[in-house]
């Protein structure tokens, strides 16, 4: 290391490793409660998480997973459920559930990163890590990932553990770190892969063959007994990784092919089928686009530190862990990209916190083998710097801010039918003013569930009609022949009632 670069941090490496845990924590938690200071309204998948949490709290078990899609993240809904009753507010529950999960994802993010680094590039790196803009606005969000984020960082922290084969410690973090990847799978999918291959890298690099016939032997007991306890009291989850797992192979391919192929018969331009040839192609550059655009500014050092380590020849163990790790993941969201059109960058974040130990290596070998220090100084500057700033635009600036509008509508009703306690059916197609509505009325009800205008003009079948005034257009003449009547118009959407 230059300690020249790094003077004014050596204090850091007199500081216990606990205490930097603590203040990481504590900066993690700081930055995301101006976040959520700035955040407006829910996110759209907090609808459903949200509706399993409140099923959960009322014991009602069976319809817990009848809202939509949302089969995964039980854990992460019993966390906001847990929550609410000490804050009594489902959606702030629900925001402090991932503000926790993400933020103390750092104790084993930091844990894992000082197995490589010192106490300062540790510290710095799993701040950058745990930091990122777009993280920040997700883990303000009602989102199953930062859960799944928080038990998959344990999970490769006591694989690391076992790699290292400690006589004391061996027996017990080889299971621990096996049902962390489980319980990370629960949330999402990816975790039952990030288990496997791990298992699979521990197996092929076990000297002796006893032992490592031991230890898988308890890994497939510990793996068998997790099924069978899902199985028992989460079956919708199988449901769902049958439905998930159901894939056709290229479909994304097919997708393009197929617009490709509209574009030549429509114009007859022959470069459409030159952009054909490149279809096998386009998935993988999408994938190492989504993943420069999860690691902002540091996807360069990645790339230096996996060349540092392949010239090295693996010097550390644990940085074969993390380059096996790395592109096992890598391959399976190369497949999803040959196989979803739609992809997020929460899909390649999990790669992204794989690969900052090697992005550490890329920087930390850039810091001491670079010999012009005025450029190096320039590089490192400007990296920070637009991280800084990039982190603090993030939290400063409103989201959602055009959506409190839904709060209002929902406030109003609530003050007309403030005696009635039951949920309230509404009519129209904003699923969000629907949740606000009924977020604190018994039972609850999944506010996916909305009456079709058009059925409530026909039937009368809901409570109220509410939509905007562009909406407004489209039904003009329902409106004109219908018996509604107009009861409040809010910031220019407006609140419809039967007249029975």
Known sequence: MDKRFFISFSILEKISDKILIIFLIFLCLILR??????????????IGYIYMAQKLWEGDFKNMFSCGGYKLGVIYSFTIAFLNTFIKNWELSGNIASIFFSSFASIPLFKILRQFFSKTYAFFLCFIGINLPY??????????????????????????????????????????????FLLAGINR???FWVAFM?????????????????YFLISIFVIILSIFIIWLFFPSIYEYLSIKFHINYGNNYKYYEKMLTKLYISTYRDY???????????PFFIAILYYIKTSNVLSPFLIYGIYVSFKNNFRLFFVKYFLFLFFSYFLLLLFWCYSYTYLSKRYFFPLYLISLPLIGIGIKNFIEKFHYSLIKFIILFLTIFILIVSILDAIFSPRRKDEVVYKKI?????????????????????????????????PSICALNLIHPVQFFKKCNADYLIFSKKEKN???KWLETSKIKKIKEVDGWEIFKCEK
Do not use: C
């Open 33 to 46: 409660f101006i976040m959520l200071e700035h955040t407006y309204a829910i996110n759209n998948d907090g």
């Open 474 to 476: 489209k039904y003009k």
């Open 410 to 442: 929902a406030f109003e009703i609530n003050k007309i039918e403030e005696k009635h306690k039951d949920p309230l059916i509404i009519a129209g197609s904003n699923k969000k003013i629907n949740f606000y509505i009924n977020l604190n009325r018994k």
């Open 198 to 214: 791990s298992l699979i890298f521990f197996i092929l690099n076990q000297k002796n063959k006893k032992i490592s016939l031991y």
């Open 189 to 191: 999918v990816e975790g």
């Open 135 to 180: 993280v920040i606005k997700q883990s303000v969000d009602v989102i199953r990932d930062t859960a799944y984020w928080f038990f998959l960082l344990f999970g490769i922290f006591f694989f690391l553990k076992t790699i290292q084969n400690s006589n004391k410690t061996y027996k017990f973090f080889l299971p621990a770190g096996l049902i962390s």
């Open 272 to 282: 459409w089928n030159y952009i054909k040839l490149l279809l096998p192609y386009i």
